[in-house]
């Protein structure tokens, strides 16, 4: 038996104006007609129907992300009262699942991301679920570079457990984003590939190495385990969920443990990390303007971004811009200035205009 | 007796997107909580009461006229069923105001400007006004220039023959659009006068001087004049003006006749003849970004304008742009390239997508 873990937490600003508090990335119809979230649980529809579809969140954005999925029972939403990163997400959901079945498998995903190719993507995570569910190991999904990517972490691949494609490799090791020429040897080595986020397991499986290398986590979680799944789940939830300890799945466990195997993946993936991202999801005119709900009649302009919110978007004389228009909000940046979008959120905070963010 | 005739038959583009066919620019709260023309309409008052408020519009936007200023009469809007140009829009509110009195003073001027000294700009409109009363010529108000503009033409002033401020002076000369080495030599020379496009007359004055130098529009008038302020007077105005010739007062009437004066007016004044013209009237932060219905939040962004329909506008390393948006379009423009306005608007007709226009 098998369950889709959708991590669905993120509070992500790099999206603002679009993303707000109360619906963040991945509720945002950033590509095509349904939200990242939506995509998400559309795409693994063909391994796992709504009712064996959980979703871990954030208070926050719980009721709109609910109103997204009708499909997925109201009880399959975890909702975290407070973050406390990955390793307790993941480990909430193992433990809710193993209330039904503690050899089931979890196909762990961000509801946040975009995948190019879902027939590719649908057999890879399948040939995870089988080597997790044949073996007492974690699975992870690693993705072969297309790119010196410096932003991402990355998995430095071991011998061939089963060829592929997709082959099962050991891991070797895990590595922290690296610097600009590491990224290059990484690229051209081929023995790298990018950590995605995206993971399976056993829910007894990733348990018992909570238990090993987080036993503090192992105790919080063995505290709450017995209400998953009745009414009490969410008083149990706010009261001991904010206090188990809060660290990555990554670091916590998977680059601890010795028992992980490394799916090498070649789908077409996407972190849709920044508006940046986006010029190559969205559609372009033939002067690299790309938009997205709206239509663009540029002169003399080039290589602009524009989510105009259903508008025509009149770009004249501009070039490398991220135009975004919300209800209440007009953003205007230049397109290698995204990093700084964080602060300006300090700002606009710092002059209470909280409502915009 | 005296009438404020206004002229509001504008179709102005160049603050489009805000301004559209049926809300063109005289219609725009572009400056404070009133639109050009009820500030327009605002500032006659301690000239003349609504009653004797006489506006000259268009078809397209006279229903979104009428409501802006429910003090004004519907019968004192005289809708022009198509643009017949300056003089035949006088000429109509001169017959107009004459079929109730010959002899009342027309205190003429566009809808879409705008005054800084009110108190300055009445007490000269007075002194027009008592000129135009006790002499049979019509008055022109010339504006001492504040700088070297080529986008008006000016009046050159003759001998003075009532001393100011403000004085009354003969013309000497209309001169057209200046090259800048012309303009610099009237801002220095103190002779020449910005044509600002206001007057005052008689009524009959007016109508006496188009008889002698626009004979065609005189019998076109005497043919509709009896139906005035009648339940005829849309239908007749239907049928009789779209064939009244098509010239401006300026160059059919004004610079024809040897009897005109001119009045050296002093008072601030802006044709609002662009979006680049709002960077003097609304209000700046300290990096020379001004802004009008929103709030802007920038960050390493300088000398921008924008019009954010009440938005939050942010801007992260954006410099000498406009942004504008509307319910239905968001404009991006670099500051110098207003002029090309026209030509996007041109586009966007040719691509069917009249509906934002």
Same mark, same amino acid.
Request: charged share 20%; hydrophobic share 45%.
């Given at each position: 038996?098998?369950?889709?873990?959708?991590?669905? =937490?993120?509070?992500?600003?790099?999206? $603002?104006?679009? &993303?707000?508090? /109360?619906?963040?990335?991945?509720? *945002?119809?950033?590509? =095509?007609?349904?939200?990242?979230? /939506?995509?998400?649980?559309?795409?693994? #529809?063909?391994?796992?129907?709504? @009712?064996?579809?959980?979703?871990?969140?954030? #208070?926050?954005?719980?009721?709109?992300?609910?109103? /997204?999925?009708? /499909?997925?029972?109201?009880?399959?939403?975890?909702?975290?009262?407070?973050?406390?990163?990955?390793?307790?997400?993941?480990?909430?959901?193992?433990? $809710?699942?193993?209330?039904?079945?503690? &050899?089931?498998?979890?196909?762990?995903?961000?509801?946040?991301? *975009?995948?190019?190719?879902?027939?590719?993507?649908?057999?890879?995570?399948?040939?995870?679920?089988?080597?997790?569910?044949?073996?007492?190991?974690?699975?992870?999904?690693?993705?072969?570079?297309?790119? %010196?990517?410096?932003?991402?972490?990355?998995?430095?691949?071991?011998?061939?457990?089963?060829?592929?494609?997709?082959?099962?490799? !050991?891991?070797?090791?895990?590595? @922290?984003?690296?610097?600009?020429?590491? %990224? @290059? &040897?990484? *690229?051209?080595?081929?023995?790298?590939?990018?950590?995605?986020?995206?993971?399976?397991?056993?829910?007894?499986?990733?348990?018992?190495?909570?238990?090993?290398?987080?036993?503090?986590?192992?105790?919080?979680?063995?505290?709450?385990? @017995?209400?998953?799944?009745?009414?009490?789940?969410?008083?149990?939830?706010?009261?001991?969920?904010?206090?188990?300890?809060?660290?990555?799945?990554?670091?916590?466990?998977?680059?601890?443990?010795?028992?992980?195997?490394?799916?090498?993946?070649?789908?077409?993936?996407?972190?849709?990390? &920044?508006?940046?991202?986006? #010029?190559?999801?969205?559609?372009?005119?033939?002067?690299?303007?790309?938009?997205? !709900?709206?239509?663009?009649?540029?002169?003399?302009?080039?290589?602009?971004?524009?989510?105009?919110?259903?508008?025509?978007?009149?770009?004249?004389?501009?070039?490398?811009?991220?135009?975004?228009?919300?209800?209440?909000?007009?953003?205007?940046?230049?397109?290698?200035?995204? !990093?700084?979008?964080?602060?300006?959120?300090?700002?606009?905070?710092?002059?209470?205009?909280?409502?915009?963010?």
């Amino acid at each position: 038996m098998m369950y889709s873990v959708i991590m669905a =937490g993120g509070r992500g600003t790099r999206f $603002w104006p679009a &993303s707000r508090r /109360q619906r963040p990335k991945q509720l *945002l119809t950033l590509f =095509g007609q349904r939200s990242l979230l /939506q995509r998400t649980v559309d795409r693994m #529809a063909p391994l796992t129907p709504p @009712e064996r579809v959980v979703v871990v969140t954030a #208070a926050d954005h719980a009721e709109a992300l609910a109103e /997204q999925i009708p /499909q997925v029972p109201a009880k399959n939403i975890l909702v975290e009262p407070e973050g406390r990163n990955t390793a307790a997400a993941a480990g909430l959901a193992a433990a $809710w699942v193993a209330r039904r079945d503690p &050899s089931a498998v979890c196909l762990v995903l961000p509801a946040d991301h *975009l995948i190019d190719d879902e027939g590719l993507f649908l057999s890879t995570f399948e040939r995870a679920a089988e080597a997790a569910a044949a073996q007492d190991a974690l699975i992870t999904m690693g993705l072969k570079p297309t790119f %010196a990517a410096t932003g991402y972490g990355y998995i430095e691949i071991g011998p061939v457990l089963e060829p592929g494609p997709p082959a099962l490799h !050991q891991v070797a090791a895990f590595h @922290e984003k690296p610097e600009p020429a590491v %990224a @290059e &040897s990484y *690229l051209a080595g081929g023995r790298h590939l990018w950590n995605s986020g995206m993971f399976a397991w056993r829910a007894e499986v990733l348990l018992k190495e909570i238990e090993v290398h987080l036993p503090s986590l192992a105790e919080g979680l063995a505290g709450l385990a @017995e209400d998953l799944g009745t009414e009490r789940q969410e008083g149990t939830l706010a009261r001991h969920y904010p206090r188990l300890p809060a660290i990555s799945v990554d670091y916590g466990v998977l680059e601890k443990t010795k028992n992980i195997r490394v799916v090498a993946a070649e789908f077409g993936w996407s972190d849709v990390g &920044s508006w940046e991202a986006m #010029a190559e999801l969205w559609d372009c005119d033939g002067q690299g303007n790309a938009c997205h !709900q709206g239509e663009i009649v540029g002169h003399d302009a080039k290589d602009n971004l524009v989510s105009a919110g259903g508008r025509l978007a009149v770009l004249l004389g501009v070039d490398n811009q991220v135009v975004v228009v919300t209800d209440d909000v007009v953003l205007v940046m230049d397109r290698s200035r995204g !990093q700084e979008l964080g602060e300006i959120l300090k700002t606009i905070k710092d002059s209470g205009l909280d409502d915009h963010l």
